[in-house]
């Protein structure tokens, strides 16, 4: 099975072309090289992108699929995107959910241009079928947050301290998405393709503030009680992931075969915290803070076959690179 990986800056998956990937940079906005790009494909893996552009390009690849006969179309998304109202109340309320609308829209037009049904009757070409895939934080975003820890001594988000909400490694993620991309493609080619059109990727422990205040304190080696939980207006959680962007500790990948569970590709790079990066973690907050993203599901321990990384387990694991950010 081969792979086409198409990105905006290739330096982001230069690993997939080192794997054997073809690595493919694109304009979104090009219809006509996206079309090239797009024959003889079968199955899309969506990833929205963090632009001010992202409905349209997206928008693009889904038309540009639909068009080449492209027989199943997944999107990553967000576990309680759909909490938000689809109705523009007021302006501000436009704008305080506007990133989540967006994946709203997105994943309503793959539901329409990708109906499938699925089904032992769905015979390979002849539907076309979709998966939404929505996920929770993934845990690999706490480590812009450990420099915050240094200066304050606790753990700030805008998320009151007495909500719980989910977080999800990466790596489990990765690996669930590369299962489901085997099975369905051997679906497709014997003619009966099964699948759950939505699969959420969460938690089975849904965390506090003062739970992970209490993880990060003891990966760091601080003694109990040392690191505290603050709620923090999101302003304050925007200008610390600004200065992140630039900062020189997250400025390269670790070296492949080190300490913990880390993955080279996995850990977070500053120059891909943009605006609408850090729009879209703080909005996904402000669903935490309201109780919409503590849901938990067996989807991605059943997809796995164990139980998903859980935040507590995942710093303590990687508490060495945890102390390289203080």
């Known amino acids: 099975m081969g792979i086409r990986a198409l990105c905006r800056d290739k330096r982001a998956v230069q690993e997939l072309a080192e794997r054997g990937a073809e690595v493919h940079q694109v304009d979104y906005q090009e219809e006509k090289q996206l079309n090239e790009l ?32 492209v027989e199943h179309m997944a999107m990553l998304s967000w576990v309680g995107v759909d909490e938000i109202p689809k109705e523009q109340r007021s302006s501000s309320e436009q704008n305080r959910w506007k990133n989540m609308r967006e994946f709203q829209q997105i994943e309503q037009q793959i539901k329409q241009q990708f109906p499938g049904g699925g089904g032992s009757s769905a015979a390979a070409g002849q539907q076309r079928n979709h998966c939404i895939m929505r996920v929770q934080m993934f845990s690999q975003f706490f480590y812009f947050i450990t420099p915050l820890v240094q200066q304050r001594n606790a753990v700030c988000l805008n998320i009151s301290p007495e ?39 969460t938690t089975q422990e849904p965390v506090s503030g003062m739970d992970l205040a209490n993880s990060i304190g003891k990966a760091l080696g601080y003694g109990n009680d040392r690191v505290q939980y603050q709620q923090v207006d999101k302003s304050v959680l925007q200008e610390h992931l600004k200065s992140m962007s630039s900062d020189n500790r997250f400025s390269q990948r670790p070296r ?49 076959g164990r139980e998903p990384t859980r935040l507590q387990e995942y710093i303590k694991k990687n508490s060495e690179q945890f102390k390289q950010l203080k």
């Open 163 to 201: 909500r719980r909400w989910g977080t999800v490694d990466l790596v489990d993620a990765v690996d669930a998405i590369a299962k489901l991309t085997q099975q369905n493609i051997r679906s497709l080619d014997s003619g009966s393709y099964q699948s759950k059109q939505l699969l959420q990727f």
């Open 256 to 304: 492949e075969g080190g300490p913990g569970t880390e993955k080279p590709y996995t850990f977070p790079l500053g120059r891909y915290l943009n605006e609408v990066a850090i729009q879209t973690k703080l909005e996904w907050f402000e669903l935490a803070d309201q109780g919409k993203a503590e849901k938990t599901t067996q989807d991605l321990k059943q997809i796995l």
């Open 38 to 69: 797009m024959e003889g494909v079968r199955c899309v893996m969506l990833i929205p992108e963090n632009s001010n552009n992202r409905v349209q390009e997206a928008e693009n690849i889904i038309r540009v699929a639909k068009k080449n006969n």
